[in-house]
């Protein structure tokens, strides 16, 4: 199903009064009711794609491209890598649904992961935020602009970390209070950095798979045996 097929069929599922011309890949709209935002997850809730993003009546509906699912798959197995060879355990939840009604907000992150506190969600097959804390670490893939600022969502669920990974970069955020800020090493997997996976990241476009995979191995297990 082609980008502007998946639109226009969102657009027949949503209250007639909302209209709107669609990009290619993203469309945000306003005023859009929270029963709305749930009608359109369950009617969605056995495609990959389209992701929703929502926040107090801002909707963001965006399709997936493979220039969007290849940093964030890369991403994704070097979270599971290096977490393997430091001993961390993780739980990958990938764009789980996840939403917080009380307080009109729902996101799909592109990939996440439970780490610090993987053990409470261990088992669970499903997630109520009421109770269960959210992701530990939430990797963003920011492709195309304009997009809805996220990062209010995910403060307000009280995510601690996001990588965010946009022209080529990778930028880490954690949570200070109810803002995020930029910071250097990850708190959900200690002497990794934002350097070194923007550096990761880039390899992965020009080494094959299974070097690459040994690179990214061989660098953890120096930083391991050097005490870092």
């Avoid at 969102?10 to 009608?39: C, F, G, H």
């Amino acid at each position: 199903m082609s980008n502007a097929t998946v639109i226009d069929d969102v657009k027949e599922r949503m209250a007639p009064s909302i209209s709107v011309a669609a990009p290619t890949d993203k469309v945000i709209l306003y005023d859009v009711w929270w029963e709305t935002y749930e009608q359109l997850l369950a009617n969605f809730d056995e495609r990959s794609s389209p992701h929703f993003a929502y926040d107090e009546g801002a909707l963001e509906i965006m399709i997936l491209s493979a220039r969007h699912e290849e940093p964030n798959h890369t991403i994704a197995v070097l979270v599971e890598v290096l977490a393997e060879e430091f001993g961390v355990n993780v739980r990958g939840l990938g764009s789980t649904t996840f939403k917080r009604p009380d307080l009109k907000k729902g996101f799909e992150p592109d990939s996440c992961f439970y780490v610090q506190n993987e053990k409470r969600i261990r088992g669970k097959k499903e997630i109520d935020l009421k109770i269960d804390p959210p992701p530990d670490l939430t990797i963003e893939i920011d492709i195309t602009s304009p997009s809805l600022n996220k990062f209010p969502i995910y403060a307000a669920i009280g995510i601690p970390e996001i990588w965010r990974y946009k022209g080529g970069q990778v930028v880490f955020h954690k949570l200070a209070g109810e803002t995020y800020t930029e910071t250097d090493e990850s708190m959900a997997l200690p002497r990794v950095t934002s350097q070194i996976v923007t550096q990761f990241l880039a390899e992965s476009q020009t080494l094959e798979r299974l070097e690459w995979l040994r690179r990214v191995r061989a660098w953890a297990r120096s930083v391991i045996s050097d005490g870092g």
